[in-house]
């Protein structure tokens, strides 16, 4: 329009100021010409890409965001960036043992569909991106593509509901004589590389990082700790809702220079274990301070009320410390597993 605004100036100012006519149809032909076409094009790119956009995000988010994102399509949508995530992972304990239980491929793949469908809900209601589906693990991830406020509160509300989804299912698997499933969930809050990666054949959107390896190893740590949801510190420290928690410890996990602080989501803010978060709080402190006689007290304690997992960790270790006192105690774990 500013090149046709300027070409009618300029026919003007030769007509009247110069007395000389010009032929003005070829040129306001080529205008329009070149207009209308530039305009199919951009129609045609602007379809292209939210059509990809769509293929790409139409099984991973709710139809909501990909609604938004269609909205909002631009070029850089899919460009690979760094950007603070919540990485999620979850899977099934003792799959290799519920596999030779059920005995048919068939019904074990009916099994895992009937797992995995209320697991994506969950994921989808709280607005996670669902990036794939590894055997029986899912891994997930919040505030990419589109930003997500409260991105930590999100993927823990998720996995407290998925706990208990997974406890009403376990009920209908009960009275089926089907094998119950436990899990194990993973979260940890951190940058990390997103975008659109793969080959020029075939490539998806996804996260890759090193903050996404702790999510996976902080999930496998749930067999060891007797636990169903840990989140790191960095996920922990923004958190804004309140929920039960317990600090679980201070490791480094395999493949990690750096000790990461890890707990326990036990669910939602509930004042029938808040003397027992305080008992075990306690002890830990003590656990802390090297004071592994009177920690070890309190864990039997605490052992002898509700034998959890947990606790009898912590009185092995202690015994283990006091007969073998350390020159110097740091408080980390090293694991040299995944």
Known sequence: FLVFRIFSLFIYYMLFYEGIILNTIFPLVTMVTLFATSMIINYFFETKQKELIKDKFSKKVSPAVVEDLLKH??????????????????????????????GSPKKLIELLNRYMTPMVEVIIKYHGTIDKFIGDAIMAYWNAPNDLKNHQDNAIMCAIDQIKRLKKLNVQLQNEKLPIINIGIGIHTGIATVGEMGS??????????????????????????????????????????????????????????????????????????????????????????????????????????????????????????IKNPPKKFEGIYEFTTK
Request: charge should be positive; proline fraction near 1%.
């Open 73 to 102: 399509a631009s070029s850089n949508t899919l460009e690979i960036r760094e950007k603070e995530i919540t990485i999620f992972f979850s899977d099934i304990r003792g799959f290799t043992s519920i596999s030779e239980k059920i």
């Open 200 to 321: 020029k054949g075939r490539s998806d959107y996804t996260v890759i990082g090193d903050n996404v390896n702790l999510a996976s190893r902080l999930k496998g740590l749930n067999k060891y700790y007797g636990s169903h949801i840990i989140i790191s510190e960095h996920t922990y420290k923004d958190l804004k809702n309140e929920y039960a928690i317990r600090e679980l410890d201070t490791v480094r996990v395999k493949g990690k220079e750096h000790p990461v602080k890890i707990y326990e989501v036990l669910g939602s803010v509930d004042s029938r274990i808040d003397k027992e978060i305080k008992l075990y709080n306690a002890a830990l402190g003590l656990y802390k301070n090297s004071d592994f006689v009177e920690a070890k007290k309190l864990f039997v304690k605490l052992y002898e009320s509700d034998n959890l997992k947990l606790y009898d960790i912590y009185i092995k270790r202690c015994a283990e410390l």
